[in-house]
């Protein structure tokens, strides 16, 4: 695959991937980083209201084509295979309560990804929900 040829498949799964994922107030983010001589890649999720940035699912590959492509493969299927969770939360300085949701696969890994690029300092968590199954 050409460089050329290349770029345009990114852009085309990165498309694809914001198509599925479809957050209405979000803007995703593609973050690319190497890790262990692979690509890994995060997908994440920056809320405009807020500001605050989480991890929406990380993946790895051997290029960023393929890191893309499984993220594609977990995004088609990941409602069926992990929970849904909400998180109340605030800012330690501020006294606004936030509503987050969040797919994983356990609670811990929720609190994870709402911690991502989040100093857990200057965050409290109020609660922690699984959500019913819908």
Known sequence: MTASEQNIEINRLQKEIEKYIALKQS???FDF???NDKIVLDVVTVNPRHHQSFLFHST???TKVEALTK???YIKEYKDK???YTIQWSLKDKQELHTSYF???NIMMAIEKCFYGNDPS???IFSVV???IT
């Open 71 to 73: 993220m594609l493969n």
């Open 33 to 35: 980083h190497n890790h």
């Open 130 to 132: 699984l959500n019913p």
């Open 60 to 62: 790895e590959g051997s």
């Open 82 to 84: 992990e929970s849904s």
């Open 103 to 105: 797919m994983a696969n």
């Open 122 to 124: 200057s965050m409290v």
């Open 27 to 29: 803007n995703i983010i």
